[in-house]
């Protein structure tokens, strides 16, 4: 019995490893720890979500989001794993650290990341996020009605939140002011009561996360009562940990996610904090899995344009090619704050 039981144990032990070697291996390279860690918790929390793992087992390097701590993570992956089928990058400026990398070493990058000439012709580059036009095309619709309204913006200095700043800026023309805040603040009450005394009647804030949760904690202390719209780093955790009930009624636009991953989501987590972000990571782990499984001699380009009726978290998350340009388009919503909640309003009311 006694032999019986180890060989039995030897047997379990030896499948096992093998299970585990036959794996696809997937890199995951994000900010796990650090000011913006919530960020990388979001999209570990996404991709486990999928349940592909009985397929691919993801390993997660911490960078901080700090481009030179990618490329060693990138590097550490290399050597660790010979035979990695993909890695997901979080961040534009990570992505673009990493880019060059990428294309001379053949691993495909499936990045969150904005539009940057540094993805431009690189076949190994797949963006996890639409083109700005259209981003930028969706917020001018549900702005149409305060076009004629005097707008302040503030943004920070990362790509999105700058490009974000002057699309607003460009759509209200002369009745904005786009104030583009190049350090770390902590006091925002000057800026605040500038755009009061200045008789702004809407404000656009796109800022860091946390920051955009304390300006508007600022606002509330100040009895500042401007209507608010954000983009969508207001829905970090860091934001909403800091000004929750101070962000009451403000409204900003992103993925439309389906009600059933929102429903596992704040199952899993406790909260709605960072959904688009766990939503984007989880439909990457979807759609590599599903490409993979095509065992043809094709691209993975080619493989990922021929899935079709996946069970996305982002309605109609769908891959598209232009000549510069790998990327995925997905229908638009608008996002509200009730109750220290992200609510989905659907595509017309706000």
């Known amino acids: 019995m006694i032999k019986r039981n180890i060989f039995l144990l030897l047997f379990l032990l030896f499948s096992t490893q093998l299970f585990s070697e036959d794996k696809i291996k997937v890199g995951v390279i994000a900010g796990f ?66 880019a060059k990398l990428a294309k001379q070493k053949e691993i495909p990058l499936f990045v969150w990341a904005d539009e940057l000439r540094a993805f431009h012709n690189n076949k190994f580059i797949y963006r996890l996020w639409t083109k700005n036009k259209s981003d930028f095309l969706y917020l001018e619709k549900k702005l149409f009605r305060i076009k004629n309204s005097k707008i302040y913006i503030f943004s920070s200095p990362h790509p999105y939140t700058m490009a974000w700043g002057v699309a607003v800026h460009k759509f209200f023309k002369k009745n904005s002011k786009l104030e583009e805040l190049n350090t770390e603040f902590s006091d925002f009450r000057p800026l605040i009561l500038k755009a009061k005394h200045n008789k702004a009647e809407n404000i656009g804030l796109c800022l860091n996360s946390g920051e955009n949760g304390l300006f508007l904690k600022q606002m509330k202390e100040l009895q500042v009562n401007i209507p608010v719209f954000t983009c969508n780093f207001v829905e970090s955790s860091a934001d909403l940990d800091v000004g929750r009930f101070a962000m009451e009624g403000i ?35 979807i759609i590599l899995n599903a490409a993979l499984k095509i065992k043809t001699k094709e691209t993975l380009s080619e493989k990922i344009s021929k899935l079709d009726k996946l069970n996305t978290a982002i309605k109609n998350f769908k891959f598209k090619k232009d000549e510069n340009d790998q990327y995925f388009d997905f229908l638009y919503t608008t996002y509200k704050i009730q109750n220290g909640e992200i609510v989905n309003l659907g595509g017309e009311a706000y």
């Open 251 to 285: 409204w900003f636009t992103g993925p439309d996610i389906n009600s059933e991953f929102r429903e596992k989501y704040i199952k899993n987590t406790g909260s709605s904090d960072h959904i688009i972000s766990a939503a984007t990571f989880h439909d990457a782990a």
């Open 33 to 98: 720890t650090g000011d913006w860690a919530d960020y990388g918790i979001a999209y570990k929390d996404g991709i486990e979500l999928s349940d592909v793992g009985s397929n691919i087992e993801f390993i997660y390097e911490d960078d901080q989001f700090d481009p030179k701590k990618s490329i060693t993570a990138f590097n550490k992956l290399l050597q660790a794993h010979k035979s990695l089928a993909a890695i997901f990058v979080g961040d534009t400026q990570t992505a673009s650290a990493l």
